[in-house]
């Protein structure tokens, strides 16, 4: 669902609606339960003393969403000294500057049931607050990122922002859909920039090349709002971007990797589409099957970005989502005190895939840049080398876009 803009190099109607939660549910696939349940253990063991996954707010809120997802109650996430990922969050929601990130606090919120311990009812009434009085809502309807030199909205935050409200039972503001459906390229993806300069959304809006991340959120919150006018190009361009391999990159050329694949997983679940439909399968295999073929092959439950020789929490963090066919930060109901259960030991049963890690195509993968590491943002990154072009086997990762 991720930001800065972590892992990418990309160069930087009028719809109103009272917004109804409908999670459309795909109708045939099977959620990847065991996967699942393995990869949210792998993250259990991630939490740091501070409470948080890889030090980062936005992989610590993809955490909680992706337990509350599974059925698990967020508030047992805990680090060794006892400090929980509740009191990670709660003390650094201060940080939060735009718009992307007050929707994930948000999302990360209602996913969990509400928790007093990260209540983000007031992080809800800034997002859709006007900015002339220090909200993150723009008269036009657009959701404006406060900390942005590059443009005031973008396709990532305003799906966000979309799907924070939806999810929290808030009335979309006017026009929050229409500057989504007017960002559509004509190849029918949906790129990162949106020109949200007119009073409303004029026929188009997008200034960027189109890719699959954004395409996967942006399709996610329009499925979710019930705006159905971009689902067929949409669709069209996710086919044409679809790999040998079953999955998807960050654009249209270069290897897989398990953060687009989950995208767009959530993206087709969020649209009533079966992501593991003969529709979208290649050769046998399909986005589901080629996201599990980055799960650690020595059985941690963790997943490897391509590029990388081990698994790390940060691409882990939204994984099970995609596994369990849920769409991003959905409401869900928790049963207090539950976790994962632990690996079954029974002969010939599985908890992760084994197969070896899917790594066609893959470049070597920077610092994520998210605090954990002094590594260089790739937001910074990118603004120094000018907006670098796309390499192979990047991604759009959810848990570090604004």
């Known amino acids: ?43 259990y063991g991630q939490v740091g003393s501070n409470g948080s996954v890889a030090s980062s707010l936005g992989a610590t809120e993809d955490t909680v969403i992706s337990v509350a997802d599974s059925g698990y109650d967020p508030a047992t996430l805990k680090g060794s000294t006892g400090t929980t990922a509740y009191d990670y969050l709660s003390s650094h929601a201060s940080t939060i500057t735009t718009a992307g990130a007050a929707a994930k606090y948000v999302l990360a919120w209602v996913a969990a049931g509400k928790p007093s311990a990260i209540d983000a009812s007031a992080w809800l009434t800034k997002l859709n607050a006007p900015t002339s009085g220090g909200g993150f809502l723009e008269p036009n309807g657009a959701f404006h990122n406060a ?9 990532f935050s305003q799906s966000l922002a979309v799907l924070a409200d939806l999810a929290a039972g808030h009335a979309l ?8 459906v007017c960002a559509q390229r004509s190849d029918g993806g949906f790129g990162y920039a949106i020109n949200d300069a007119s009073a409303t959304p004029p026929s188009s809006c997008g200034d960027t090349s189109s890719d699959t991340n954004d395409t996967g959120i942006v399709m996610q919150a329009l499925g979710e709002a019930g705006v159905s006018t971009a689902t067929t190009s949409a669709k069209s361009y996710l086919h044409s971007a679809q790999q040998s391999d079953g999955g998807f990159s960050f654009g249209l050329t270069g290897g897989s990797d398990p953060d687009s694949d989950d995208l767009v997983i959530q993206a087709l679940i969020a649209i009533g589409e079966d992501p593991t439909a003969a529709a979208w399968s290649k050769s046998g295999a399909n986005p589901l099957t080629n996201m599990e073929s980055f799960a650690d092959p020595h059985g941690s439950g963790g997943y490897v970005f391509p590029g990388n020789t081990a698994p790390d929490a940060f691409t882990t963090a939204a994984i099970p989502q995609g596994l369990v066919l849920k769409p991003y930060g959905a409401a869900t109901h928790v049963a207090a005190g539950t976790t994962p259960p632990p690996a079954s030991t029974a002969p010939g049963s599985t908890s992760s895939p084994t197969g070896a890690v899917n790594a066609a195509s893959a470049v070597p993968v920077p610092s994520t840049g998210n605090g954990a590491d002094g590594g260089l943002p790739w937001g910074l990154l990118l603004l120094a080398l000018g907006g670098a072009g796309l390499g192979a086997g990047l991604s759009r990762r959810r848990a570090d876009c604004p």
């Open 173 to 180: 503001p006017a026009h929050a859909t229409g500057w989504l």
């Open 147 to 155: 900390n942005s030199t590059i443009e005031t909205a973008n396709a």
């Open 1 to 43: 669902m991720r930001r800065h803009f972590a892992a990418v190099g990309a160069t930087l109607t009028a719809l109103g609606m009272t917004s109804v939660f409908v999670a459309a549910t795909a109708s045939a696939a099977t959620p990847a339960t065991s996967q699942a349940n393995a990869a949210l253990r792998y993250l």
